[in-house]
């Protein structure tokens, strides 16, 4: 069965502390694995599509990569504006979109 | 702004009612896909349609019916509306995941929150 596990499910940070997110997946076909953004109430925002084992993409302050079981999403000296729910989500071979529960992210000034 | 509008924001309505939710997606997308986001379930996939067409079912209940019409928008049909499918509901749209190898990015719309009383 196509499966996404995030942890930790919620994460509190020092402004400054850098640290990382996992994602795992089990899914029969993978197309591509997205990270989001997404705040209360809000429609997540798009961070990054990866492909392949061994990707990596940067962003400002993040930096997600890719294994062939798991990705993680590292934040470098977050800031207090990077709180937030990070999502982790597959596509299959299947054409199905499959998205982890989240870890939300407290950093605190 | 992601370039995907959806209407309404909000819609409260009964028990056993009919709604209809509106997706309108970033201009020369052709894939939409619908989602469901309740407190205790998370982001679930609900369907997507390509051109017109239906690509993949999630899980969708069948008193939930959807379509994408010729001009691209989609509408989520729900029906006997029960108070389990008080939710935010959310249109995603994408360039293109036809016969492609890779997956396009989906870009989200702002949601409609939907209360059952």
């Known amino acids: 069965e196509d499966q996404v596990t995030q942890s930790p499910e919620a994460l509190r940070l020092q402004e400054g502390e850098s640290s990382s997110l996992n994602c795992s997946y089990t899914v029969s076909g993978l197309r591509g694995l997205f990270w989001y953004r997404q705040d209360p109430g809000k429609g997540p925002e798009f961070l990054f599509t990866l492909y392949s084992a061994g990707e990596e993409k940067e962003k400002e302050r993040l930096k997600a990569t890719l294994t062939k079981k798991e990705s993680f999403l590292h934040i470098t000296a977050p800031k207090p504006e990077d709180s937030a729910t990070y999502l982790c989500?597959?596509?299959?071979?299947?054409?199905?979109?499959?998205f982890g529960a989240g870890t939300r992210l407290f950093v605190k000034a | 702004d992601s370039g995907v509008t959806q209407t309404p924001k909000h819609l409260i309505t009964a028990t056993g009612q009919r709604v209809t939710l509106r997706c309108s997606p970033r201009s020369g997308d052709l894939s939409v896909y619908w989602y469901q986001q309740s407190l205790d379930q998370g982001l679930q996939f609900l369907i997507q349609?390509?051109?017109?067409?239906?690509?993949a079912k999630g899980n969708i209940l069948e008193r939930f019916s959807a379509q994408q019409f010729p001009d691209l928008h989609s509408e989520l049909n729900l029906s006997s509306l029960e108070l389990g499918d008080s939710a935010l509901y959310f249109c995603?749209?994408?360039?293109?995941?036809?016969?492609?190898?890779?997956?396009?990015?989906?870009?989200f719309g702002p949601g409609t929150r939907l209360t059952v009383l």
């Open positions: 989500a597959v596509y299959t071979g299947g054409f199905k979109t499959i």
């Open positions: 349609y390509y051109n017109g067409e239906e690509r």
């Open positions: 995603a749209s994408s360039v293109d995941t036809s016969s492609g190898r890779a997956a396009d990015t989906q870009y």
